[in-house]
C-alpha cells in the first residue's frame, strides 16, 4: 500500500509559478508511474501529467502543454509537479496519485 503526501498549494497571481512535491512512502517509488490530476469545483477530474516508471517519459495534457510538467527522484522518493504561467484557469486541488492510490491534494488558487 502506497502514501502519498502533496504540498506545495497556495495562492498565486496569474503568470506565477508553482512547484508541487509528492512524498510516497510503503514501497519503492521506483517501480510506479506517478501522475498528477486536479479537480476543481464543478468540473470533472482532470489528469495533467505522468511520469514514467521506465524510462521516465513524461506525458502532459493539451490544456498545460508548454507549461507544466512533471519530474521525479527515486532516491528521495519525490515526485514534483512544476507549473508555470500560471492561469486563474488552473484553479483547483491537484492530487498525485501512483498505482490507485492518491494523496489528500493540495490547494492552488490563481487569483489578481
Known amino acids: 500500500q502506497l502514501h502519498l503526501v502533496e504540498s506545495g498549494g497556495g495562492l498565486v497571481q496569474p503568470g506565477d509559478s508553482l512547484r508541487l512535491s509528492c512524498v510516497v512512502s510503503?514501497?519503492?517509488?521506483?517501480?510506479?508511474?506517478i501522475g498528477w490530476f486536479r479537480q476543481a469545483p464543478g468540473k470533472e477530474r482532470e489528469e495533467v501529467s505522468c511520469i514514467s516508471s521506465i524510462d521516465g517519459s513524461i506525458d502532459v495534457a493539451d490544456s498545460v502543454k508548454g507549461r507544466f510538467t512533471s519530474s521525479r527522484d527515486n532516491a528521495k522518493s519525490m515526485g514534483y509537479l512544476q507549473m508555470n504561467n500560471l492561469k486563474p484557469e488552473d484553479t483547483a486541488v491537484y492530487y498525485c496519485?501512483?498505482?490507485?492510490?492518491r494523496g489528500q491534494g493540495t490547494e492552488v488558487t490563481v487569483s489578481a
Open positions: 496519485h501512483a498505482s490507485g492510490f
Open positions: 510503503g514501497s519503492m517509488m521506483n517501480f510506479y508511474a
